[in-house]
């Protein structure tokens, strides 16, 4: 089993829509988790860290649940400058070497 | 304003060849890292820094050196380069003991025939 995985769709969806990504990972002990954003031939950019609490945002909201082991990513009112793929991000205990990066899922938002 | 800048931006050069990819950072970070990034994998680590003339290996980091001179540097150096190195290539940067956050740079796209 991976130690993150991701659908990696596409999900098309249309404007104003709300979209809902989830990312399970396999460690229990992980202890951080992020969601980064990436452009197409762009570099990845940090959207959100994911709290215990859950946090929002602004149209993002990120949400942990510890016992499936899954983190999850939604948003609403989707506008079409949204379209990017969605990274979800976990650190185990220990250095950076413990940080793994899922494969993505692409979000395309249709006018 | 602070930034991560990577140069090349792309690069063709051909088997067995040594190359070296330049990461330079002004966010005064201790931490640096480079990752590939290939079709149907998330990025990987090659190396990470977590100072001055400190460099560790990372998942990938067969046929890749670095080293660190500065703050600011971490080049990466293909010792002789191979068909199966061909990616993007993006190094990174996060402050000392944060949660695992990183700043990337725009990547160089590294085309090995």
């Known amino acids: 089993r991976k130690e993150v995985e991701q659908d990696p769709g596409p999900f098309n969806v249309p404007e104003g829509a709300t979209v809902a990504f989830n990312c399970t990972y396999s460690?229990?002990?992980?202890?951080?988790f992020f969601w980064y954003r990436q452009d197409c031939r762009k570099e990845p950019k940090l959207l959100m860290s994911?709290?215990?609490s859950g946090n929002e945002d602004g149209r993002f909201t990120a949400q942990l649940n510890r016992a499936s082991q899954y983190i999850s990513l939604l948003i609403r009112d989707s506008k079409l400058s949204d379209s990017a793929t969605y990274l979800c991000?976990?650190?185990?205990?220990?250095?950076?070497?413990?940080?793994?990066f899922g494969t993505g899922t692409k979000l395309q938002v249709i006018p | 304003d602070a930034e991560i800048t990577q140069s090349p931006r792309h690069k063709i050069t051909e088997t067995g060849r040594q190359v070296t990819l330049a990461c330079h950072q002004t966010?005064?970070?201790?931490?640096m890292f480079w990752y590939r990034q290939d079709l149907g994998h998330g990025l990987r680590l090659i190396h990470y820094?977590?100072?001055?003339?400190?460099?560790n290996k990372g998942e990938v980091s067969d046929g890749y050196s670095v080293s660190r001179s500065n703050t600011e540097d971490l080049p990466l150096t293909l010792e002789s380069a191979a068909s199966s190195q061909t990616s993007v290539y993006f190094c990174?940067?996060?402050?000392?003991?944060?949660?695992?956050?990183?700043?990337f740079g725009p990547g160089t796209r590294l085309t090995v025939l």
């Open positions: 820094s977590y100072g001055v003339h400190d460099t």
């Open positions: 990174a940067s996060s402050e000392r003991g944060n949660r695992g956050e990183q700043f």
């Open positions: 966010w005064n970070h201790n931490n």
């Open positions: 991000v976990v650190k185990r205990p220990g250095g950076y070497q413990k940080v793994t």
């Open positions: 460690n229990s002990a992980s202890q951080s």
């Open positions: 994911v709290y215990s």
